[in-house]
């Protein structure tokens, strides 16, 4: 399916499920985002189970017609993902993602490190490319499993400069240019008039 794939299908409102669009983007930090924006651009959820529940249907539900609204509310949701992005956690993403968290310890566990064998080089570049490029997704996995099992300080600072080397860790840009976020794809969920 290419990007920036969108269709309505029919939806009662109800006063916690107004009319409006669902959006999937990739933001230009790399990360996916899911948002529902209601008919006045206002955020209706960020939860990405109720989003997708929301947009859960059979493949014989029909499509209507796309509302005058749709694009204007896409780019609404956009913005607010990018502003979300942006406070937070900055550069790094959400502070309970696999980048920030690595981030932050792996800073703080060089600089308790610092002046000792252990402060290497490579590891002072890998923190580097943590803080400046997306991480790959297999590199976002293989953290979040090895975060979720409370990996020590050392061992993920081994793991990282391990990936880093590999070229397993970071999405690179040659260029030094920042990507363009990337819409996936849209749903109107409107009342067929």
Request: glycine share 8%; hydrophobic share 35%; with cysteine.
């Amino acid at each position: 399916m290419p990007n920036v794939v969108y269709s309505t299908r029919n939806h009662t409102p109800a006063p916690l499920q107004p009319e409006g669009v669902l959006l999937y983007m990739k933001t230009a930090e790399g990360n996916d985002s899911l948002i529902w924006v209601d008919r006045d651009g206002n955020s209706v959820s960020q939860s990405q189970v109720g989003i997708l529940k929301m947009a859960a249907c059979d493949e014989s539900t029909p499509a209507i017609p796309r509302d005058k609204q749709h694009h204007e509310l896409v780019t609404k949701g956009a913005e607010l993902i990018a502003e979300e992005e942006l406070t937070a956690g900055g550069q790094l993403g959400r502070p309970s993602g696999a980048r920030f968290r690595t981030y932050e310890r792996l800073k703080s566990y060089f600089k308790e490190m610092n002046g000792t064998i252990f402060a290497s080089d490579d590891l002072s570049k890998a923190i580097d490319e943590i803080y400046r490029y997306p991480l790959r997704q297999s590199a976002i996995d293989t953290l979040n499993r090895q975060l979720k099992s409370g990996i020590g300080d050392r061992q993920l600072a081994e793991l990282v400069v391990g990936l880093r080397m590999d070229d397993r860790l970071c999405i690179v840009s040659e260029d030094g240019d920042k990507r363009e976020p990337m819409i996936i794809c849209s749903l109107g969920l409107f009342q067929e008039k």
